[in-house]
Structures are given as structure tokens and as C-alpha cells.
């Protein structure tokens, strides 16, 4: 009786330790969110704060202007989506969910780029999740409408586009894949002839190979991936009704006899997402506590845990989050265990499990990511 009694309440022990853990993490409703001093955790992020407004991404907020500029060496460069003159710096730093800390004006809707590019990713891991595809597949065997026809193309795989180093070859919405980003030491003759690498084997930062995927999804889930989007996760989490999420004008296909629009995985040509700070905080919430918002699991945690794996051909990125791990690490000071979505004009979002910290900095000088985020963990 003694034995039983004691292992009862250990058991109870351990299954209140377990309720007051899952219950540390606080998960902001629809149109609230609580807020607490960052001196409640011994952190002080002034100096952080103050570094980030003063260092303003430095190109215009026009962006019609910072994008053409920025893509110039593009050849047939051309805005195909919508554009929107962004806003100044603005950031939230999260705590167990909790703002601790923000600035600027947190609700106003901006282009996020490529950070559009880990929403994307969000909606692929829905799709293996449910099973709709398998990442080690080639696509041709979802979509055989001639986008993955010839001897490479075949060969590609959701992983292959997930992870950027499929090479996929060819054209799409007037855009080809030769023409995004290339080498500056090139020229069209030698862009276009360039020798294709064997899919898996060589990552290429290219959003016309991204907006393949996006496309692919399309057609596997033969819904608008922003509908998908809005009630498997964004609607889930409590986001704002002010995001969007956009093509180009010419990415409309017609699908089971409706005229459906196939999203960007970034702004560099218009479109992708257009979004709130405190909506990609939200977002980033998610993935902090392994896809699950107040006990209820939107993404399963096996999923994201495959999608911030190391890549063979680029150890610093995986399912379209960029990684920091111990071997490669870009920023040295900062944990080896952080993952984060990074895009055009300084938007980033940073998620730390091991802190239970949210990240969201927006219109920062890019190259003072680094420095900007020692002086947020310098006291942590």
C-alpha cells in the first residue's frame, strides 16, 4: 500500500510539474496581448532598442525605388506584384510569450520579403503533415503539367525545393531561374548555359525555384496557399485580420475550373507577404514551442524539428529557416540552437527555445543583425 501511495504521488508530482511547464508559456488571444517589464527577467534591452532605431535600413522607403535599385544586376528585372512604401524601425521581443519589449509602430502591415519564404515553409509542413506529400518524393510525381519534365527536373524532390538546392531549371510567371541573382562575374551567354548540379548537391538562393514550390503546393492542395494559411495556422495562433498574401499579376492558373493565384516566397519582384511586427511575433511564437499554440498542435513537433536540420549542401539553412550551427556559425555569439527567417531590408524573425524568446526586428540595416542581437543577449 506504502509503494502504491508513494508512486501515486509521484506521479501526481510529476503531472503538475508538466501542467505548470506547459502552462509557463502564455499565448496571446485575438486582438490582446499581455505584457510584462523585461527588468521582470533581469533583462534590459535599452541600449538594443536604441542601436536598432538608430540604424535604420539606409535604402529609400519607397520600396519601388530599394527594390529596383537592389536587383538592378537582374537582367529583365521587373516588379510583377504589388508593392507598399514600408514604415520605420519596429520590433517585439517575447518572453514565455509575454512583449517584454517593443518599438516603433508594431501594427502597421509592411512587406516582409523573404521572410515570406518560412511562411511557405509553414504550409509545406502542413503538407507532410497530413501526409499530402513526403519530402524524400520527386514532385513530377504531384504535378506533371511539364515543370518538372527532362532528365534533371525529375529528379527533384519537396526537399530538394524546401532546402533551395534543387537547381530546377526553366521558366515561370516571364521569370527564369538563370536570371535570379547571378553571378556577378557572369554574363547572359554564361548564365544560361550554366552546368545544372545534381539536385541535393548545391544550394542557390533563387525565388523563382521558391515560387516553383509555392506553385507545386498549389496544386497539391488545390487551395489558395494563403487560405490554407489562414485556418490551419494564422487564424489558430489569434493574427491580426490585416495580412496578406500576394502573387503577380501574372501567376493566376486555373484549378478544378477556378482561377486561383500562386503566391510569391518573396518581394524582390512584388508581392509575398505583406504583414504586422506583432503578427510575425505571433508566427514566431508558434515555432518557439514546437508548432504548438495553448495545447493544440498545429504543426507536430517532428515536422519542425526535420525543418531546422542543417542541409547537406548548406549547414546554415534548412526548410527555408536560416540556422546558426556550431560548426558554421554566422553569428558567434549567439547560441548555435537559434533558427530565424531573414529578408530584404533587414526583417528578421528570431526564435530561441532554449531562452523561450521571439525576436521580431523589422527595417534593420541587414549587415547590423549581428550586432544589434549581442546587444539584446549580452545580459541573458
Known amino acids: 500500500m506504502i509503494k502504491s501511495f508513494q508512486i501515486y504521488a509521484i ?22 496581448w499581455q505584457e510584462k ?3 521582470a527577467y533581469s533583462y534590459d534591452f535599452t541600449e538594443a532598442i536604441q542601436f536598432a532605431k538608430d540604424h535604420e535600413y539606409s535604402e529609400s522607403r519607397d520600396l519601388r525605388q530599394a527594390i529596383l535599385k537592389g536587383f538592378m544586376q537582374e537582367p529583365f528585372h521587373q516588379l510583377l506584384g504589388p508593392v507598399r512604401r514600408r514604415g520605420g524601425p519596429a520590433g517585439i521581443i517575447l518572453k514565455n510569450g509575454y512583449i517584454i519589449s517593443k518599438w516603433g509602430d508594431t501594427k502597421k502591415v509592411d512587406m516582409t520579403f523573404s521572410v515570406t519564404k518560412s511562411f511557405l515553409a509553414a504550409t509545406a509542413l502542413l503538407a507532410i503533415d497530413s501526409t499530402l506529400i513526403a519530402p524524400e518524393d520527386p514532385v513530377r510525381d504531384y504535378v506533371w503539367d511539364g515543370t518538372f519534365d527532362g532528365e534533371h527536373n525529375a529528379k527533384i524532390t519537396w526537399k530538394n525545393l524546401l532546402q ?18 547571378p553571378p556577378s562575374d557572369g554574363n547572359i551567354d554564361s548564365w544560361r548555359s550554366r552546368e545544372l548540379h545534381e539536385p541535393g548537391s548545391y544550394f542557390k538562393y533563387n525565388d523563382v525555384r521558391v515560387n516553383v514550390l509555392a506553385y507545386s503546393l498549389l496544386n497539391v492542395f488545390r ?3 494563403p487560405k490554407i494559411l ?6 489558430p495562433i489569434g493574427a491580426s485580420t490585416t495580412w496578406r498574401w500576394y502573387g503577380y499579376d501574372n501567376s493566376w492558373v486555373t484549378i478544378d475550373g477556378l482561377q486561383m493565384q500562386s503566391v510569391s516566397g518573396g518581394g524582390h519582384s512584388g508581392g509575398g507577404m505583406f504583414i504586422n511586427t506583432e503578427d510575425m511575433a505571433r508566427f514566431g511564437l508558434l515555432f518557439m514551442n514546437n508548432g504548438s499554440w495553448n495545447g493544440k498542435s498545429l504543426i507536430s513537433s517532428k515536422v519542425i524539428k526535420e525543418a531546422i536540420q542543417p542541409s547537406k549542401s548548406n549547414p546554415n539553412y534548412g526548410y527555408m529557416w536560416w540556422l546558426n550551427p556550431e560548426k ?8 548555435a540552437h537559434i533558427f530565424y527567417a531573414a529578408g530584404f531590408g533587414g526583417n528578421f524573425i528570431v526564435v ?4 523561450n524568446l521571439v525576436i521580431v526586428t523589422r527595417w534593420l540595416e541587414p549587415s547590423k543583425i549581428e550586432e544589434f542581437l549581442n546587444l539584446v543577449y549580452k545580459n541573458i
Open 11 to 32: 506521479l501526481s508530482f510529476t503531472l503538475m510539474l508538466y501542467s505548470l511547464n506547459a502552462q509557463s508559456i502564455y499565448f496571446p488571444e485575438f486582438g490582446t
Open 37 to 39: 517589464e523585461a527588468s
Open 164 to 181: 533551395q538546392n534543387s537547381d530546377w531549371s526553366g521558366e515561370l510567371w516571364d521569370s527564369y531561374d538563370w536570371a535570379d541573382r
Open 223 to 225: 487551395q489558395p496557399l
Open 230 to 235: 489562414k485556418s490551419k495556422i494564422m487564424d
Open 328 to 335: 558554421s556559425q554566422k553569428w558567434e555569439k549567439i547560441g
Open 352 to 355: 530561441d527555445q532554449k531562452e
